[in-house]
């Protein structure tokens, strides 16, 4: 059982940074994979970037990569989204997940979620 609670979400302008921190509860936090998703008003959750469960592979959708870092910790039980140069796109609820696949980026494939975060990037 993962219990996984996100924070760092906010209002930014476009161009701006956030840094997004999801704690997990649980001691077997090592054990999973992770994943942050993000999903906009009227339209569905779709996956950001996924992290293996060492750290040691990264992986992102299209749209994020050279801007979004995904990042772990496990000594703290904590992975990361650092988002660089955001777009009014990029406005959306995001959401970590955990799952025990690998490479998982279909919703379905992740266990655990968190209740999500707002952000907001105005133009």
């Known amino acids: 059982q993962v219990q996984l609670v996100e924070s760092g979400g906010g209002l930014v302008q476009a161009g701006g940074s956030l840094r997004l921190t999801c704690a997990a509860s649980g001691r077997t936090f090592s054990s999973y994979a992770m994943g942050w998703f993000r999903q906009a008003p009227g339209k569905e959750r779709e996956f950001v970037a996924g992290i293996s469960w060492s750290g040691d592979n990264t992986y992102y959708t299209n749209s994020v990569k050279d801007r979004f870092t995904i990042s772990r910790d496990n000594a703290k039980n904590t992975v990361y989204l650092q988002m660089n140069s955001l777009k009014p796109e990029d406005t959306a609820v995001y959401y970590c997940?955990?799952?025990?696949?690998?490479?998982?980026?279909?919703?379905?494939?992740?266990?655990?979620w968190g209740q999500g975060t707002q952000v907001t990037v105005s133009s």
């Open positions: 997940a955990a799952t025990t696949g690998a490479k998982a980026a279909l919703t379905w494939e992740y266990d655990y």
